[in-house]
């Protein structure tokens, strides 16, 4: 990393402003307080530079400048700010996990970002400490983000953190979803983001929705616009439950429902065990038979 001294004293490159070599993230001295100290909300930032630097506050804040004020915690503005300050997943952290777990297909996922250092307390009585995250927009039928759903990884990119709880949502999720693709008639849902991605690997086209929780995919909202829904269930009691109650709600609606069972405990075990093609044909048996032309249009060939 490296920092500017002698340059203008304002606009690019200006003095001050610093640049990480390694991976072109730039800033100054805000950004820094506020990456390091895992903050959101600008106005935290500047209380913590006025604490830091020891300076009256009027000779930080710009006078023009309105004061925003803090998002409540755990609220969807809240995720709102923090899915803005990550960034996208390709040549991160985040991508390496996914690759990890059998997801190579990454198209269409502007959906899910990476935060190099988000803000995890483990309790209330407890520091709080900083991990690398993937992060997902937990958004409505509208596409407006309601909520997000945080992967604490491992700064290797091994897997998931070495936490208690390495996955955690904010925000409202109830009939929302981490949607990949835009819904016209056709759609799958499921619970686990991984789930839903490991059947966007095989099926690329097909529009998918992760309720991220049993409970969550029985109430998940359907567009108006849908004709068929496919649950992807995972093979538990939970998930029957809930693709039941999914089912149910769906033929209420006039929506056809088709059930998608994985051969072992979800898709994303399949995809791992069983690899791209073989997952790839035990789905295509189960899709309605014009589906099968439409979301898998070309030979098997692997991912990759």
Request: aromatic share 6%; charged share 25%.
């Amino acid at each position: 990393m490296f920092v500017r001294l002698k340059r203008p004293v304002a606009g690019k490159g200006a003095a001050g402003k610093w640049t990480d070599a390694a991976t072109g993230e730039h800033g100054d001295l805000l950004d820094v307080i506020r990456e390091s100290c895992g903050l959101v909300d600008f106005a935290d930032v500047v209380a913590e530079a006025h604490r830091f630097l020891n300076l009256p506050r009027s000779e930080l804040e710009p006078k023009s400048s309105t004061r925003i004020p803090p998002a409540p915690v755990g609220s969807p503005e809240s995720a709102r700010r923090l899915f803005a300050m990550s960034k996208p997943i390709y040549r991160t952290i985040a991508e390496t996990y996914l690759r990890t777990r059998g997801i190579t297909a990454l198209g269409e996922t502007e959906s899910l970002r990476f935060h190099p250092r988000c803000y995890y307390k483990p309790d209330r009585d407890l520091p709080t400490e900083m991990w690398p995250a993937l992060i997902a927009a937990v958004t409505t039928l509208n596409g407006v983000i309601a909520g997000v759903h945080r992967t604490w990884l491992d700064p290797a990119g091994r897997g998931k953190a070495p936490i208690d709880t390495p996955r955690r949502a904010m925000g409202f999720l109830l009939g929302n979803a981490v949607r990949v693709g835009v819904v016209t008639d056709v759609m799958a849902a499921g619970e686990g983001l991984e789930t839903m991605l490991s059947l966007r690997c095989v099926l690329p086209t097909l529009p998918t929705a992760a309720a991220l929780s049993a409970n969550h995919l029985a109430a998940l909202l359907l567009p108006p616009t849908l004709r068929r829904l496919y649950i992807a269930r995972d093979a538990d009691p939970a998930g029957d439950q809930a693709a039941i109650a999914l089912t149910q709600r769906a033929v209420a609606a006039g929506i056809e429902a088709i059930g998608l069972s994985p051969r072992l405990g979800d898709f994303n075990e399949d995809l791992r065990a069983l690899g791209f093609d073989e997952l790839r044909a035990a789905l295509r048996v189960q899709l309605a038979p014009c589906d099968v032309v439409r979301f898998t249009p070309f030979p098997t060939v692997e991912a990759g």
